[in-house]
């Protein structure tokens, strides 16, 4: 007898010796280094859990790095743990069942897949590791490579399916992949939006269109919000009413988006709103108006100080001034155009170097819209918002000294004052 060699024999032939019967010691003797592999098994995983959780764990917090922490995170090293015990079920099955050639070669199956699954596991948790440590790198704010990770995760799902099922039907992965050949019509509808969002995922990474934290409005869609998400297949999007709107990545090419990107880098943003005028209240401006406005705060410098002629330059900039300023038949509307620019030029949380001008456009059954353009110096919702909240309240308060009048429908009340006084008096 030779235990080190051949166990299953010495067991074997132990019993028999001690006076159990040859088919009953085979059995015996099989159920016994059965267990005795499922104990040293469960004691390997058991001695690898212990090392990783005592020892593997204490040196990564004590490193100065984060990318061991990282790879701690994701249970790279926890993971791997399970090999132990699937290696010694794989090289103790050959002489526990060597009585017993098909279940030997079923034990060997099953946990060769594991280790094919296991090793899928590990492989993807490494990934999204390394994944996890480059998006502490400054270059990650402007690449975002979700899309590509979740491919290649994919990818090593597929190559881990295609090993299982060559050892399950004892078939040669390229035999496996020719046959999937014929497949390509059926594999390419299930993955059609995998396929679509990688090729979109290419172009929005590649000419830098798209990343998590941009400001995107997609009004077909209804998208108005900040990026949260962006996966191989879908970008997730909050609205700023907080709801959550999943759209397709490949939609984002094949339709136009609005990125409010460049806004918020700069810390500019645009004024560009509307003011409509009754064009009935637009007149030339007469010498009551004259000498209105030589009084008014914005306008009183472009005057001498006894308020009797328009200066011809400027005072600051030596500019000549602006020639409607001097024109005998300017308007009341002219005249507040050169006042609203002049109090934009002034005001302090507006862009002087940026485009300033305050025009009408075409008329319309509205009115006549007069437009103000100007770049505010902060790209903050809230200020930006209060800014302009606060320029066009101050618009609309001045408007009536200069003769102007708001456009404005008629209201119930304006409809039946009117019927009131149109209607005959009683006798």
Not at 258 to 285: C, H, P
Not at 336 to 347: G, I, Q, V, W
Request: with cysteine; aromatic share 10%.
């Amino acid at each position: 007898m030779n235990f080190p060699s051949d166990p299953a024999i010495w067991l074997k032939e132990l019993l028999i010796g001690a006076g159990v019967s040859y088919n009953l010691a085979s059995i015996l003797s099989t159920v016994g280094l059965v267990l005795i592999v499922i104990l040293l098994s469960w004691l390997s995983n058991l001695v690898a859990k212990i090392i990783i959780h005592k020892v593997v764990t204490r040196i990564v917090k004590r490193t100065a790095s984060e990318w061991d922490d990282i790879f701690l995170e994701q249970k790279v090293f926890t993971r791997l743990s399970h090999f132990v015990p699937a290696l010694v079920i794989w090289s103790m099955a050959g002489w526990a069942l060597r009585m017993y050639p098909a279940w030997m070669l079923a034990v060997q199956g099953l946990t060769y897949i594991y280790m094919v699954g296991v090793g899928m596991v590990v492989i993807n948790s490494f990934i999204e590791s390394w994944h996890r440590i480059y998006l502490t790198l400054p270059v990650a704010k402007d690449r975002h490579i979700k899309g590509y990770v979740q491919l290649v995760k994919i990818i090593v799902v597929i190559v881990a399916i295609l090993v299982i099922i060559s050892a399950v039907f004892k078939k040669e992965v390229s035999a496996i992949i020719a046959g999937l050949g014929a497949m390509a019509a059926v594999l390419m509808l299930i993955f059609k939006d995998a396929i679509l969002g990688l090729v979109a995922s290419i172009q929005l990474s590649g000419n830098n269109m798209l990343k998590v934290g941009d400001w995107i409005t997609i009004p077909s869609r209804g998208v108005d919000g900040n990026v949260q998400d962006i996966t191989l297949t879908t970008v997730k999007v909050q609205n700023f009413d907080k709801t959550i709107i999943t759209i397709p990545v490949y939609s984002l090419v094949d339709e136009s988006f609005q990125n409010w990107k460049g806004m918020t880098e700069s810390g500019i943003r645009q004024i560009k709103r509307s003011l409509y005028l009754d064009i009935r209240s637009i007149v030339f401006a007469d010498g009551d108006l004259r000498e209105k406005i030589r009084n008014k705060p914005y306008l009183r410098k472009y005057f001498f100080k006894d308020g009797t002629e328009l200066m011809k330059k400027d005072p600051e900039t030596g500019e000549d001034l602006i020639p409607l300023l001097n024109d005998p038949e300017i308007t009341n509307l002219g005249l507040f155009r050169f006042y609203a620019e002049s109090y934009l030029r002034s005001h302090p949380l507006i862009d002087q170097d940026q485009t300033l001008i305050v025009r009408h456009r075409d008329p319309e059954a509205n009115g006549l819209p007069l437009q103000v353009l100007a770049f505010c110096r902060t790209s903050l919702l809230i200020p930006f918002e209060h800014v302009q909240s606060e320029l066009f309240e101050h618009f609309i308060a001045i408007m009536d000294e200069f003769g102007l009048k708001l456009f404005q429908q008629p209201t119930g009340n304006d409809l039946w004052s009117l019927s009131n006084q149109n209607k005959p008096a009683d006798n």
